[in-house]
Nanobody, 130 residues
């Protein structure tokens, strides 16, 4: 059974840092493009960052570029999202998934593996507040 599990969310003050983890069982993350997404109630889900299959390429949406870093650890079968200089507008539920969909500048990055290979985690809450 395939499962993606996010962890590492929590409450942090503006300017603080968190590292989210996305750990997989039942599949090898390095065989997929992996994306981090976030969603605020009442708003559309937003693609935040992606790492390509094999880890050669990373992408970030403009609002997090320079503050967030995506990386993978093949031994742990985990993808991380290091988030620095967090802002209140980063508050959301963060999800990882076996797909990529985000806009960076004028470029839209998208990779959809097909319904048979589409997997999502359950999400982890990130709250940035005083």
């Amino acid at each position: 059974q395939v499962q993606l599990v996010e962890s590492g969310g929590g409450l942090v003050q503006p300017g603080g840092s968190l590292t989210l983890s996305c750990t997989a069982s039942g599949l090898i993350l390095d065989d997929y493009d992996i994306g981090w997404f976030r969603q605020v109630p009442g708003k559309d889900r937003e693609g935040v960052s992606c790492i390509s299959q094999g880890g050669a390429n990373t992408h970030y949406t403009d609002s997090v570029a320079g503050r967030f870093t995506i990386s993978g650890d093949n031994v742990k079968n985990t993808v991380f999202l290091q988030m620095n200089n967090l802002k209140p507008e980063d508050t959301a539920v963060y999800y990882c998934a076996t797909q990529c969909a985000l806009k960076s500048g004028t470029t839209y990055y998208s990779m959809y593996p097909g319904p048979e290979r589409e997997y999502w985690g359950q999400g982890t809450q990130v709250t940035v507040s005083l």
